[in-house]
């Protein structure tokens, strides 16, 4: 804190009661509005030391939701800072604008940087008004509301309600390495996934430079057996031969495929 000294009113805390101290909060910002740069200083100084507990409490009402609570007390301390700067007479008194100016800063540190995984911005905003309809439902019924409940009570999408419900751990996705229970392997090694989709992709890396001098039927049939994974007979149906017929021609391009990677290979 500037320890500048302030001529044009006092800063001493240890004179009156703390009613006193706050009701001379508006003239410090108003004397810190025409000082010079120290005075200014010094004047905003004690205006921050005086409000840093409502900072402190408002970071306090979303610590637990994905961002460390000292991050968020500092954005609220800069917050205050900023609603000294931007505080006038004509907007009330100091303290409801300057906690209205601190949530908000605090709520777009979450929009900007709280999500593990970026939902659209209407999915963001839903979650806000989700979490507001959620608590006037269970003060006015007293129980928890579930999605068709919330959707009626916003007028939203009940499709969008659930996909916004749905994306609440984005702030804090679980991690990999997480035990999936106590002494329990990590969750990362009970995840599964079709490994031949990984080969089928160097297959076609391989195989696809190689089908571009065939015609275009040849290049569908060769889609449809490999690619979209049909049957002859299948193919037989829709293109309206015979699956023999089928099998023939597949015979013929795929020897004709070998002898060209063949031919690669050597070059």
């Known amino acids: 804190m500037n320890s500048a000294p302030v001529t044009s009113i006092s800063t001493s ?6 009613h006193e101290q706050a009701d001379d909060t508006a003239a ?4 810190a509005a025409s000082a010079g740069p120290a005075e200014r200083a010094a004047l905003e100084d004690e205006v921050v030391r005086r409000h840093l507990g409502l900072a402190r409490h408002l970071a306090g009402r979303y610590a637990g939701r994905g961002i460390d609570r000292e ?19 004509d907007r ?23 999500w593990g995984v970026r939902p659209p911005r209407r999915i963001q905003q839903l979650q806000a008004d989700i979490s507001a309809a959620s608590e006037r439902i269970f003060h006015a019924e007293g129980h928890a509301p579930d999605a068709t409940q919330i959707a009626a009570e916003l007028g939203a999408d009940l499709a969008d309600v659930n996909e916004a419900m749905a994306a609440r751990g984005c702030f804090s996705p679980t991690s990999l390495d ?3 229970r106590d002494g329990g392997q990590p969750l990362g090694e009970t995840l599964r996934w079709d490994e031949s989709a990984f080969s089928f992709i160097d297959d076609w890396v391989t ?31 829709l293109v309206g031969v015979s699956q023999m017929q089928v099998s023939r021609r597949l015979a013929k391009l795929l020897d004709q495929l070998r002898a060209k990677a063949a031919v690669a290979d050597v070059a």
């Open 13 to 18: 805390t240890s004179s009156g009661p703390a």
């Open 28 to 31: 410090l910002i108003e004397a």
């Open 71 to 89: 991050d968020l007390v500092q954005v609220a301390n800069f917050a205050l800072v900023k609603s000294i700067r931007g505080f006038r007479h």
């Open 92 to 114: 009330g008194e100091f303290v409801p604008f300057a906690t209205v100016t601190i949530l908000g800063e605090i709520k777009k540190h979450f929009r900007d940087h709280g």
């Open 178 to 180: 997480q035990p999936v």
């Open 207 to 237: 195989v696809g430079p190689l089908c571009r001098d065939l015609a275009e039927d040849e290049r569908e049939l060769i889609r449809l057996r490999f690619v979209e994974d049909k049957t002859q007979q299948e193919i037989a149906d």
